[in-house]
């Protein structure tokens, strides 16, 4: 079945620093990716998301790049901030799981000033 | 767009009282979702609607869970009788067709 793995928490970091989290998924023909974030107290957000290979999806200076041939959709952002602090979550959808979100487990994120 | 509402944000009720959570989806959206989210188990799909029609419940812990959706603007999820472990965070979220889900602010049970 379709599965999405991430890397596991909690991952600190210093304000600047280059983050990374890893997803890699396993799935049947051409999966959407997503990334969605989670605040203190908040419900899911979308970060961004791509539907094909190649792909690169952006938004608020954080980047994933949809990578068939790795089966991974890593989340990147060069210099991150206090405020970037949340959980994060890795998520496909494919047409073989009538398109409902498969859910990695999520990875905090702690920005230290 | 006032997104995906939820009421209550908080619910504290007593063991074997009855708890219904309410859910009001974007406009227009098709799919309605309900989740469960803990520490213990991460985030869980407990059952989704298509059209106001339930199509997959699997993720429904047990008969105390029951859900409903009367219209395209309104949806309930109902635990009768509570129990302390069904205490979490109780996430509605909708979608137009396969597309991008949007989730409410949650609401957080707790049963005591």
């Known amino acids: 079945g379709n599965s999405v793995t991430q890397m596991e928490g909690p991952v600190t970091l210093s304000e600047e620093a280059f983050l990374t989290i890893n997803c890699t998924y396993t799935?049947?023909?051409?999966?959407?990716l997503f990334w969605y974030v989670q605040y203190p107290g908040e419900g899911l957000q979308l970060l961004l998301k791509a539907t094909k290979a190649d792909d690169k999806g952006s938004n608020k200076g954080f980047e994933a790049t949809y990578r068939k041939e790795t089966t991974s959709f890593h989340l990147e952002k060069g210099s991150v901030q206090v405020s970037d602090s949340a959980v994060y979550f890795c998520a496909l959808s494919a047409r073989d799981s009538n398109y409902q979100l498969i859910w990695g487990a999520g990875t905090k994120l702690i920005i230290k000033p | 767009d006032a997104g995906v509402i939820q009421s209550p944000r908080h619910e504290v009720t007593e063991m074997g009282q009855e708890v219904t959570l309410r859910c009001k989806p974007i406009?227009?959206?098709?799919?309605l979702f309900w989740y469960r989210q803990t520490m213990m188990r991460g985030l869980e799909l407990l059952i989704y609607?298509?059209?106001?029609?339930?199509?997959?419940d699997s993720g429904m812990p047990e008969d105390r869970f029951s859900a409903k959706m009367p219209n395209a603007s309104f949806s309930t999820l109902k635990i009768q009788p509570s129990e302390p472990r069904d205490s979490a965070v109780y996430f509605c979220?909708?979608?137009?067709?396969?597309?991008?889900?949007?989730f409410g602010p949650g609401t957080r049970l707790t049963v005591l």
């Open positions: 609607f298509n059209n106001n029609v339930p199509i997959d």
């Open positions: 799935a049947t023909g051409y999966p959407s």
């Open positions: 406009s227009g959206h098709d799919y």
């Open positions: 979220a909708s979608s137009l067709a396969s597309d991008t889900q949007y």
